[in-house]
């Protein structure tokens, strides 16, 4: 902090003193000669790809020479990013030159976990897994393999291997993640908008950390409005985050307590009748219901739920009515929180439809994408098994071809509705992203076969019987992927060096296994017919050498507003209107407008434990890049000082946090940043993986304490839903 506050003034004054003179003078001199000699050789080539390290796909320029590159530089030519590549896309040269990355085939030796492994030739670990899943596939039927996996440009081939193995049991990272966000604001709206919060005046955040957890364009349009512009921005989250400090107004809210919050927003705004009316009546159903159920929500109701004062709870609300349309309530991204984060996060998008800010400038914008092309292939047959976690039957509004993890993972536990032995996993890491990691353990345990492709020794890798290794994305040519949005682009990656190490893109690998398996009519195309295919149509002169040469495609046509506000425009939603009160809900068993459900209150001595991003690290899979590593180099228990005191610990004394999942250890940092209710620790620690030195038994892992929870309408895990006990070691 007093590093980065240090004026450019006193930076020279303190540097240009005594010994630090000296040693800066004779650096400059050898930068000097080093400029001299540099003309001489040549400059470095500058290769456009795209940035793979997490979800948001910016744009970078690859320093390469000598076939070694020098330096990843972020590509200004990208609307959503701006010129931005954070500390990960930096770092993501290290996951080229890691030397703790795989290299080639392995073939387990030892029992499942040992870490006894041997190297294989591809041929042989083609075989070798294509051998096992032809035996389930003979005893137990195609749906007794699951397929698994996390987005990223080739996640499209594993999944169509999977379907064309005849599976139906495809199951995606969502669930863990945004299903119930997404589902919420499909169920209002019809689709999922973008937050045009570049021009929002007005911007209220409900636990989205995004200063932290990095989205584009949304953290650097927030940084363009509240930090340039000075938009307000109200934050609420029970600790005090980088996004917290940049807020107009934090409030450390009661965790669970939101739709409470939300609630009485609308009791507010609906009984001063400050909402868009015209709107309203033009592109909505459902407002005078919602009118008489939201009238008992009162402020001062909401403020013993929340622990947010009345008149702050009104005062915001009527600002929010005022600065609209330019007034958002962000839906945040991650919304794995609660047993009823749909209803909370449909409580939002009610909020906003009733503010007016739909398809406005500074409000909700639908998402546009430019259209890419695909390449055709042979289809396969649908699949003739019910999925096994009986999605239809148990959540009938989630989205059937993402599944839902906890419940799938239960009944594979229990064998129903029938016994699924053979597990394949791609670029994921169930073993860490799933809670109750005992149970996970379990999973892998039972099945007769796993085989896990990563680019590192994950935790699931390692538990794995074969790990197949993918090029880096540095090393690869991707497919094209059409990022929708305010700014719509079209992103791609080419290869900036050679494969370092026996590896191969994920496409080769899907057609190794095809070819045994059967299916290689599938599969029989290579990466540049479908890129061809996807690019062809894009309103520029040879589309693959334009992609080559830029990395990318921008929409001239953007920002686009008020492409829906027509009279006859139809909202894909039941009764074609915005629906406030939702029929379909109601048909499907639930709450057709949002009930509040206080959350349960963690019992004497207990704390509620939380989960959240720091900008540094990606999901729990970069805490061993040793770059990142230096700005972290272990996780730590967030612990408020009044609970510390009473239980005797300090910052740096190792603490025990237990749960009815588990028990893990690790140093307490005591923080006036987290409420005194709640606990918090950095995910990505505590590795099992003894491939991944930097983080293997460092610290802790949070999924050996969460427990299984999940949100009721959309099958989305409920991380927040954990108490736990702490004791000084
Ligand atoms: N640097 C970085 N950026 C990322 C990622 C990453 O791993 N690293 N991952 C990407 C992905 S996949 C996702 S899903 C997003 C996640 O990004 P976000 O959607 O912003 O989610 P989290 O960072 O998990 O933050 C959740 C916040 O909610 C707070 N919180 C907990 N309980 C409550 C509550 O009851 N009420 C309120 N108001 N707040 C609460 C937590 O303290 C935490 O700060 O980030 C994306 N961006
Ligand atoms: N305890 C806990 N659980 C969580 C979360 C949390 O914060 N805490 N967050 C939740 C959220 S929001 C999400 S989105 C999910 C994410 O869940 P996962 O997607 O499982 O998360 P990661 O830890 O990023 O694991 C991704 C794996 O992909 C590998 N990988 C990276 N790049 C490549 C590549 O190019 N090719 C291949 N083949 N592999 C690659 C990485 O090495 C890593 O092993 O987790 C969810 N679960
Ligand atoms: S936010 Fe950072 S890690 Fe994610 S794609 Fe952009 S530069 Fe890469
Ligand atoms: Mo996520």
Redesign the pocket.
Known sequence: MERTLMDRRTFVQVTASGAAAAALASQLGCLKHFEKGRAAVPQPLQIPTTCGM???MCSVIAEVEGGVIHKLNPNPKNPKTRGML???GNAGLKSVYDPDRLKQPLIRVGKRGEGKWRAASWDEAFDYTSKKLLAIKEKYGPQGVLWSST?GPQEHFFKNLGLAFGSPNIVR?PSL??ASVNLAYSATFGTVPAFDMLNADYVI??????F????TPD?MDLIGSVMLRKARLV?????F?V?ASKADTW?P??????MA?ILAMLNVIIGEGRYDKDFVSAYTVGIDKLADHVKKYTPDWAEKETEIPAREIVKIAREFADAAPRALYYS???????KNDFQMRRAQAILNAIAGNWDREGGMVPNAAIALGEYLFMPWDDPAAERVDQIEKNFPLAAVGDGTYLKLRENVLAGQPYPVKGWMVYKQDPLSGLPDQGKTLSMLQQMDFVAVTDVQMSDTAWYADVVFPEATYLERLDPAVGLAGIWPVVVFWQPVVKPLHDVKPNLEIVQGLAKRLGLNDYFDYTMEDWLKAQVQDLPVDAPMDYMKKNGLFVSKDAPKYGTTLTPDHRFITKTGKIEIYSERLQESGYDPLPVYQP?AAPPPDKF?M??????????A??SNNPWLHEFAPTNHLWINPQPASRLGISTGDQVEVSSTSGTVRLQARVTEE?RPD?V?ML??FGKHSRWQKLAYDNGACDAQVLETAWDQVSGNAAF?ETFVTIRKV
């Open positions: 997490c979800v948001n954070c500390a990960r987005e990272h993640c945004l955040m409900s636990g989205a950390n995004r932290e957890s990095i989205i953290t934050y609420l989250d029970p600790r985050t996004t409030f809210i009661r965790p669970g307590t939101d919050f945040g991204r991650r919304s794995s929180w609660y959350p509620r939380i989960l959240g991003r720091r900008a540094y690290f990606t999901q899979n970069t987290i709640c918090f995910h990505g927040h």
